[in-house]
């Protein structure tokens, strides 16, 4: 069985620019969760979408937002990128709403550079 | 957020138990306890979790204490592989399903 996978693995973009990065969970995995793991900050939640809406989000500001199709992938887009935006973004698929039951399963992450 | 606390590092030696500590005493009673573990340059790789019991698994297993304001994460036999950033979560439910990290515990296998 595949796993959670994300494109691009590497991503370089100038300050101001935007950046769009792509998740395909787990099939049969309805909760895509997006975290942000920036060097010495740790890995912080950004987003959370079940079902095609958004269910919870981390304290990150609105540039940084994303959307789920009807196939549960996900695309994470961040607007007028900054350089404190540089950090690698993993993406994480669970099984359902009541998340708290299952393991969240993640991806290789996409390591976005702004220069 | 309810938070933890776990020790920086710890280092055990190769074939041996390690016991992995963690403190949450705010945790509330619908928070499950969840160990996540993350390997050099890759994503977080889930080892187990649970509410109020006991609970093992192919991995590890979770001792859970009795107020629950305190957990340990069991690895029976320690293999260069464990070697990793193990993280002690507490995640909640009905739509505070995210998993918040905290800053874990960096475990060194010496052969």
């Known amino acids: 069985e595949a796993g959670v996978t994300q494109s691009p693995t590497h991503l370089i973009k100038t300050r101001g620019q935007q950046a769009t990065l792509r998740c395909s969970p787990i099939?049969?995995?309805?909760?895509v969760y997006w975290y942000q793991q920036a060097l010495g900050l740790g890995l912080q939640f950004l987003l959370w979408?079940?079902?095609?809406?958004?269910?919870n989000r981390g304290n990150f500001p609105p540039r940084f937002s994303g959307r789920q199709f009807p196939n549960y992938s996900s695309e994470l887009n961040v607007n007028a990128l900054e350089l404190e935006d540089s950090a690698l973004y993993l993406c994480?698929?669970?099984?359902?709403?009541?998340?708290?039951?299952?393991?969240?399963?993640f991806g290789p992450g996409t390591r976005l550079t702004v220069t | 957020d309810a938070k933890t606390t776990q020790p920086n590092s710890m280092e055990s030696n190769e074939e041996e138990p390690v016991h992995l500590p963690c403190n949450h005493s705010?945790?509330?009673?619908?928070?499950?306890i969840h160990w996540y573990r993350q390997l050099p340059s890759q994503g977080p790789e889930y080892v187990i979790h649970?509410?109020?019991s006991n609970v093992n698994n192919r991995m590890a297993s979770l001792a859970i204490a009795e107020d629950r304001k305190s957990s340990t994460l069991i690895l029976h036999r320690a293999t260069l592989r464990d070697a990793a950033v193990y993280y002690c979560?507490?995640?909640?439910?009905?739509?505070?399903?995210?998993?918040?990290f905290g800053t874990g515990t960096r475990l060194t296998i010496i052969p």
């Open positions: 979560i507490l995640r909640g439910n009905f739509g505070n399903e995210k998993l918040t």
């Open positions: 649970g509410l109020t």
């Open positions: 979408y079940d079902e095609g809406e958004e269910r």
């Open positions: 705010t945790i509330s009673g619908t928070d499950y």
């Open positions: 099939s049969g995995h309805t909760s």
């Open positions: 994480a698929s669970s099984l359902g709403y009541s998340g708290s039951l299952y393991e969240q399963y």
